[in-house]
């Protein structure tokens, strides 16, 4: 099992003897993403790391993320399971000014007095991967009124769903053929 916070020198340790381990990470622990979800409820999540250097020798972390959260269903304002299944692949960098001049400055942590704390780096991965505005896929499991469902597409908050534009094309399509309940 890891430790939460890991100090400069074990860091190096570890890349170098391509060391990996798990993680309990409590929701608890990652207070900007608590704030996101349903209740006051803890969950945990498991984190695998492993460790490695990368072609300039800095300490590079291969992560996987699995678990479950609830975040708060935008329409009907219910709980929403969420699951957690996120990779990330992330550069340990000595402070947020060389992360700057990083080509991809969002696949790197930086150190904090330098210690890598991974709730923050997880936190962070989390919060960037979270819908802004979760929904419930299906109409059923939403408690929302009916009218409040989104029959019409322009309806509430843009929502990733990368098959609502295909939706309202097959629908389109099938102008002439009157199949809606009335
Ligand atoms: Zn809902």
Known sequence: MLAQRIEAARLREYAAKAAHGTLALNVADMPRLRALLASDSSFELELRVEFSL???????????????????????LEPLNW??????????????????????PFDSVA????????????????????PLAPMHDVADECHAPAAAKWVDESDGPPANRPFAALGSMLSAGQSGHDDQEN
């Open 111 to 130: 150190l904090v007095d330098g210690v890598l704390s991974l709730p923050t780096a997880i936190e962070d991965e989390l919060l960037a991967a979270v």
């Open 54 to 76: 990368d072609h300039e020798k800095r300490p590079h972390l291969n992560m996987q993320i699995s678990g479950a959260i609830v975040l708060v269903c935008q329409r009907c």
């Open 83 to 104: 699951p957690v299944a996120l990779s990330a692949s992330l550069t340990v960098v000595d402070d947020e000014w060389v992360a700057a001049e990083l080509a991809e």
